[in-house]
């Protein structure tokens, strides 16, 4: 990995405190992987920024390399990498998410 | 690929864990593993293990692979 690819990846993780990397975008998400994380993200009223990595061959290996982690989505939270699919599913549902993500929900004026 | 090349794969890395992968289309796939060696880590790192195993597979041969893990106790 180029070490400007790995700046942007940084760059990104470090602007956004929620940020996932999957395939395609929160509206035409074209993965049932990434689909599951936009789907629960969005039940969490999360606000949270996409990086379509299929716009972008080498953040889309970058990432793999970056994280260790071989596969897409990739969600990180205040620049911590929390996991992918199966392990979002597993803190949706045992309520660990919804604390992780209780300072990033969308605010309703 | 098929579930039996994936789960002989996991059972080289990890000896003594039970493992079932399972896919209905050799595309998707879906593997169980219940080991000793997951004790002590988070599923984080029990992923980890299991993606340090197959990394070359899921380079090319592997599209679409959900993992579950558990412990010997969690699986009581």
């Known amino acids: 990995m180029s070490t400007d690819t790995q700046t942007q990846i940084q760059t990104l993780i470090n602007t956004h405190p929620v940020i996932l990397f999957m395939k395609g975008t929160e509206d035409f998400p074209q993965c049932g992987f990434s689909y599951q994380v936009v789907d629960i993200l969005q039940r969490n009223r999360a ?16 990432i793999k390399t970056f994280t260790n982690w071989p596969t897409i989505p990739q969600l990180y939270i205040q620049g911590e990498f929390v996991g992918g699919c199966d392990i979002i599913n597993e803190l949706h549902e045992n309520g660990e998410l919804a604390q992780l993500l209780a300072k990033f929900t969308i605010t309703t004026a | 690929m098929n579930p039996n090349d994936i789960q002989r794969q996991i059972e080289n890395g990890l000896p003594n864990a039970s493992v079932r992968v399972d896919s209905n289309d050799n595309i998707h796939f879906v ?9 002590g880590l988070s599923r984080l790192a029990q992923h980890r293990l299991i993606y340090s195993i ?12 959900q993992l579950i893990t558990k412990t010997p106790e969690e699986n009581k």
């Open chain 1, 47 to 62: 606000e949270f920024h996409c990086v379509n990595v299929l716009e972008d061959e080498d953040i889309r290996q970058g």
């Open chain 2, 31 to 39: 593997a169980t593993i219940i080991s000793d060696e997951f004790t």
């Open chain 2, 54 to 65: 197959l990394a070359e597979d899921l380079k090319e041969n592997i599209h679409a692979l």
